[in-house]
Each structure stands twice: as C-alpha cells, then as structure tokens.
Nanobody
Framework: VQLVESGGGWVQPGGSLRLSCAAS????????MSWYRQAPGKERELVAS????????NYADSVKGRFTISRDNAKNTVYLQMNSLRPEDTAVYYC????????WGQGTQVTVDT
C-alpha cells in the first residue's frame, strides 16, 4: 500500500490549495478514504472523509463550507480542495486508508501566512 500526497505549499489567508493523494497497492474503489492534519504541538485530527463511491462525505466543523473532499476511482486519487484558508489551517496534511490496519502517506505541508 502506498499513499502519496501532493499539492501543499504556502498561501496567504483567504487563498486556496488543492491537495491530491495518489493511492496504489490496494483496491482503491473498495475503500473509504480520509484526510487528516497535524499542526505543531497538536494531535492529528480528522479533516474530511469520503465513502467508497464518493456519495457521502463528512467534515470537521472547523472546515465545513470551506473544504471539499472528492475522489476519482479511475485515477486512484482522492482530493481535498481547500478554500478560504486561515492561519489555523496550517498543518501537515495526511491521507489515510484503512485496510485492516491504518496506512498513512508521508504528508504535505500547508502553510497559511502573510
């Protein structure tokens, strides 16, 4: 199982970023996927999740209305569109899959700052 995140970077408050997580080594379309984030000195927290088909999504209250999770099962990729970014969104963002055990990507840094 391999999860590779990309798309992070530096952005000013109010800006947007789109994260991608390319998955391999398992049947992507058979697994729900999720995005987590971890800020310095804080625990890793769930940001958003999406079901296998993509028909159902869930979000942390702190990102509702600003972030959108989606997936393309043909490309084995899950996305996180982040709009109206705030400094408190600064964190390393991780992709997660559960196939009997947790699998995590290496993470991608998102920095929201002036």
């Amino acid at each position: 199982v391999q999860l590779v995140e990309s798309g992070g970077g530096w952005v000013q408050p109010g800006g947007s970023l789109r994260l991608s997580c390319a998955a391999s080594g398992f049947t992507f379309s058979s697994n729900a996927m999720s995005w987590y984030r971890q800020a310095p000195g804080k625990e890793r927290e769930l940001v958003a999740s999406i079901t296998r088909s993509g028909t159902t999504t869930n979000y942390a209250d702190s990102v509702k209305g600003r972030f959108t999770i989606s997936r393309d099962n043909a490309k084995n990729t899950v996305y996180l569109q982040m709009n109206s970014l705030r400094p408190e969104d600064t964190a390393v963002y991780y992709c997660r899959a559960v196939i009997y055990v947790n699998y995590w990507g290496q993470g991608t840094q998102v920095t929201v700052d002036t």
